[in-house]
C-alpha cells in the first residue's frame, strides 16, 4: 500500500536512486580567477577576490555533471587602486549595475585521462555586464578525495558583452578587444 502510493506520487524512484553527483563548494582561499587584456605595449592583469560557486560532479559520468561559478566585479585586483576603479566604473565591468560575472553549464564532454584526471569541455551560458553569451571552456580536472580542482583558460571578445571602453586613462591608452579569463578553482567536497 505504501509503495503503492510512492508509486502514485513519483516518490519511489526518487527515493530508490542514489545522488548520481557529489557536490563541492569553491575554496575561495585557494582558488585564483583572473584576466588578462592587453594594450599596445603591455598587458593589464588582474584578479578577482570574491569568487564562489558549486560543481555537481559525476565520476561515472562527468556528462551529467554541472558547473556554476559567480566573481563579484568589485572585487577586481590589478595591485594599482586607480586601475581597479576605473575597472569597475561604467566604462568596464560597471559593478554598481552588474555586480557579478556569472556562469552556468548546460553541457560537459569530454574524457578520463586516468588517476582522476579529466579532459573536459564545458559548454554554458557566461553572463557579463548584463549580456549572456554561450562559450565553450576547456577544463582540466582532478579529483583526489574530497577535493577537486578545475584549471583553464578561455577568450572573449568583450564588445560581445557590451563592454565598448576602447581606450583608458582619457583616451592615452588603447585596449584591445580580446580578454583572456583563467582560473583554477579549488572545490571541496560537501
Not at 575554496?27 to 599596445?40: C, I
Not at 557579463?128 to 583526489?144: E, M, N, W
Amino acid at each position: 500500500m505504501l509503495r503503492n502510493a510512492l508509486v502514485t506520487a513519483g516518490l519511489l524512484g526518487a527515493l530508490a536512486t542514489p545522488a548520481l553527483a557529489d557536490t563541492y563548494t569553491v575554496d575561495k582561499q585557494h582558488t585564483e580567477a583572473g584576466f588578462q587584456v592587453r594594450h599596445l605595449l603591455t598587458k593589464v592583469r588582474g584578479t578577482f577576490r570574491d569568487v564562489s560557486g558549486s560543481i555537481a560532479w559525476d565520476k561515472a559520468d562527468p556528462a551529467r555533471s554541472t558547473v556554476e561559478f559567480h566573481l563579484k566585479t568589485a572585487s577586481v585586483d590589478t595591485g594599482v587602486e586607480q586601475r581597479d576603479n576605473h575597472l569597475r566604473s561604467q566604462d568596464f565591468f560597471w559593478a554598481e549595475k552588474y555586480p557579478e560575472i556569472v556562469f552556468k553549464s548546460t553541457e560537459v564532454t569530454g574524457k578520463l585521462l586516468g588517476n582522476g584526471q579529466y579532459d573536459l569541455k564545458i559548454r554554458g551560458d557566461l553572463t557579463l555586464h548584463g549580456v549572456t553569451r554561450q562559450i565553450v571552456i576547456p577544463v582540466k580536472v582532478t579529483v583526489t578525495g574530497n577535493d577537486l580542482r578545475a584549471v583553464g583558460e578561455f577568450s572573449i571578445d568583450r564588445s560581445d558583452f557590451k563592454v565598448k571602453a576602447t581606450s583608458a586613462f582619457h583616451g592615452m591608452v588603447r585596449v584591445r578587444n580580446t580578454v583572456k579569463f583563467t582560473f583554477d578553482i579549488v572545490g571541496h567536497r560537501i
